[in-house]
């Protein structure tokens, strides 16, 4: 028996584009982010769910009622998919975070596995949360097609736990594009199996945020050749 899940993150929203922390934050999709949301709508057409969950903070929501436009089943709100609370660091300008939070923020650039922002939710946590949400949410769905959209922090924590990593290996997940969908295959004894990983091929490049942004690429490259 296979149980089947789209770990989906959510579409563009203000701090995407203004480079700032999310984090709990509750930000309104942005003008790209529903382009983004149409396009992952089309992508889902066709694929049969029989369940949808999400993180509640708007930019997820946006992004299920997407992924269920054409499945049109009830979206399960979970607050486990969250994603990390940023603490002093939510609504900062990342560029302002080396001066503002220097120990912090080296850490969450260079060993994000001990990052904790100061009154923030530590990495080790969401690592933790994310790994027991999904368990969860597949263990409540056996043998069925599940949709879950979550956060680009969150779904990295997640997925490092999948690839069967500990969490100290966390920066060789790559980030992901905003509405990136990864497929996730579990066993009859639950264990997760990595099928394909933050992949927004739905998305042309005038959709794409990460077509605009360069951050991303440094770890994308670390990454890459870290899994070699």
């Known amino acids: 028996m296979t149980t089947t899940l789209y770990l989906v993150r959510h579409a563009e929203a203000e701090g995407n584009w203004k480079r700032t922390f999310q984090g709990h934050i509750d930000s309104e999709v942005s003008e790209k982010g529903w382009t983004q949301l149409d396009y992952l709508a089309r992508r889902f057409e066709q694929v ?3 369940a949808v969950y999400s993180s509640p903070l708007k930019r997820a929501w946006a992004t ?5 436009r054409f499945a049109g089943l009830p979206i399960t709100p979970e607050r486990g998919l969250m994603e990390i609370d940023g603490g002093a660091f939510e609504g900062v300008p990342f560029a302002e975070l080396p ?3 220097p120990e912090e923020n080296a850490r969450w650039d260079n060993t994000p596995w001990l990052f904790k922002a100061p009154g923030g939710e530590s990495m080790r946590h969401v690592f933790e949360r994310m790994q027991m949400t999904v368990d969860a949410i597949v263990r409540a769905n056996p043998g069925r097609v599940i949709a879950a959209a979550s956060h680009g922090c969150a779904i990295r924590n997640y997925l490092c736990y999948a690839l069967g990593w500990p969490l100290e290996r966390i920066a060789d997940v790559c980030w992901c594009d905003n509405t990136a969908v990864s497929l996730i295959e ?7 199996h990595p099928v394909y990983l933050n992949d927004a091929s739905h998305l042309p490049e005038h959709a ?3 077509a605009t942004q360069s951050w991303w690429r440094q770890g994308a490259e670390h990454a890459a050749s870290a899994v070699k």
């Open 208 to 210: 794409s945020t990460f």
């Open 186 to 192: 579990f066993d009859g004894g639950f264990r997760p």
């Open 99 to 101: 001066a503002r939070y």
């Open 48 to 50: 049969r769910l029989d």
């Open 64 to 68: 299920a009622e997407a992924i269920n």
